[in-house]
């Protein structure tokens, strides 16, 4: 009978012979042993842990797994990118709701710097909107999280270091179109030198200057209009300019702003849909060019109620009580606007302008508001019956007048906004030459190649 070390023994033997037959390295064969017996080792420690380190089975499994959740958390844990974005946003449109949320979409937080009025004015002409009315239509846009006041037009090496520092900035942001200072030089150069700059692509088809152009060139048909017609009530505020206005056309637009689907999509977070629960409010009106009175009623309106349906009514119908030349911006550009702020929870583009019972039956409606009758014309044709829109919901109970707040440029009205430029028509129509000038300049060079251009998220 052989002994255990006879056993041994043999079986060094054999293993020696084959290593000699394969022309294995000792190495080679000691390193595969040590595999072996470590393997070995581990499988057993961890099918047996009673015998071999007195615990429970499945400890191992649960101090792995709890290792992994730790692991999660600190991750999830992680410091949050902080985005920054500047700009006058003077008109805010949803082109600049479009680039906002293109911002938010480079970060996790998204702190915009509003452009003071004196800079706007030493570096690109007459603000329409002063600070204050600016401030409340960006704060109103879902994509922005924190605002700072008073930046500058430049982001020069001071304020940059206080970006960085004060504010925790960690990548600024701006479209791909060029942003100059007076003197020519690029406004973001000090960040792009840091390599903390990001870029994001234009809403091309829209702009302050586009709407300002559209303004004018509504107001001068509007004026003459008046003027061949005795007995007429101007709707603005009295023009410096004489009475029948010079005719002095618009340049032609080659590009246009194209509505799709996903653009749709994009601003609507992929839709609403209330519960069972929520309290519908249905706003209706016109919403051309989104401004500080608009954020006010729909932010008045959600006091009404937990859910906010705005009905954006269509073209034909805000001309109908607003005047021929109106609106500024057609249904689907009003609908975008609305969409970007962030007391609207759904939004019905092109909505009939009467109130009807089978639309608040479809949207479970439970109180009507409209936006301030004051949009009507003076000169604009008594409305066709019913001439109250909102008789149904008035015969049911439950439409809601909102009386004016008193935030900043809560009583501002769009033609309030057209009379501004029409009462300072020379010093917006210089602004809009040169400004049209550089955008047009822009545009050659895109299509010539000479721009690279951003890719939108």
């Not at 800079?119 to 009315?133: M, S, W, Y």
């Not at 004018?216 to 003459?224: G, I």
């Amino acid at each position: 009978m052989t002994t255990p070390r006879q056993r041994l023994d043999d079986a060094v033997k054999i293993i020696n012979t084959f290593l000699k037959e394969k022309d294995i390295p000792p190495s080679t064969a000691i390193a595969a042993a040590v595999a072996g017996v470590t393997t070995l080792v581990g499988a057993s420690v961890y099918l047996y842990p009673e015998t071999f380190l007195g615990i429970r089975r499945g400890s191992f499994s649960m101090g792995i797994a709890g290792m992994l959740q730790r692991h999660a958390a600190r991750r999830r844990a992680r410091k949050p990118i902080r985005v920054y974005m500047d700009g006058c946003f003077d008109l805010t449109h949803f082109g600049h709701a479009n680039a906002l949320r293109q911002a938010k979409a480079c970060g996790d937080v998204l702190v915009v710097g509003l452009v003071p009025d004196a800079e706007i004015r030493r570096c690109k002409g007459p603000p329409v909107l002063n600070d204050a009315e600016r401030l409340a239509v960006v704060e109103s846009c879902k994509w922005v999280d924190e605002m700072i006041l008073d930046v500058p037009y430049d982001i020069n090496e001071q304020f940059m270091n206080e970006l960085w520092h004060k504010h925790k900035i960690d990548y600024i942001v701006h479209g791909d179109d060029p942003c100059l200072l007076p003197d020519g030089s690029d406004a973001y150069a000090a960040p792009k030198r840091e390599g903390r700059f990001k870029t994001i692509k234009r809403t091309e088809g829209v702009s302050t200057t586009d709407i300002v152009g559209r303004m004018l060139s509504a107001s001068k048909a509007a004026e003459n209009d008046l003027a061949k017609t005795p007995g007429s009530k101007s709707p603005f505020k009295k023009s410096k300019k004489s009475a029948v206005v010079e005719d002095v056309a618009e340049p032609a637009k080659k590009e246009h702003f194209c509505t799709t689907s996903r653009r749709v999509l994009q601003f609507s977070d992929g839709g609403k849909k209330p519960s069972d629960e929520d309290v519908v409010v249905y706003v209706h009106g016109a919403f051309d060019t989104f401004h500080a009175g608009h954020v006010d009623l729909l932010k008045s309106a959600r006091a009404l109620g937990t859910f906010v349906i705005v009905g954006v009514h269509d073209d034909a119908a805000v001309s109908s009580y607003a005047g021929a030349h109106y609106p500024i911006l057609n249904v689907n550009e009003r609908s975008l606007g609305v969409m970007a702020c962030r007391h609207a929870d759904e939004v019905i583009i092109g909505a009939p302008e009467v109130v009807t019972r089978d639309l608040l039956a479809t949207f479970n409606v439970a109180f009507v508001v409209a936006e301030d009758s004051a949009a009507r014309s003076p000169n604009a044709p008594a409305p066709a019956p019913p001439a109250d829109p909102n008789a149904v919901p008035r015969a049911l109970g439950i439409f809601r007048e909102i009386k004016r707040g008193d935030g900043p440029g809560a009583d501002i009205t769009t033609k309030e906004i057209v009379s501004r430029i029409v009462e300072n028509r020379a010093a917006f129509e210089e602004r809009n030459k040169r400004k049209g000038a550089s955008e047009a300049k822009y545009y050659e060079l895109k299509n010539a190649g000479e721009i690279e251009s951003a890719t939108e998220e």
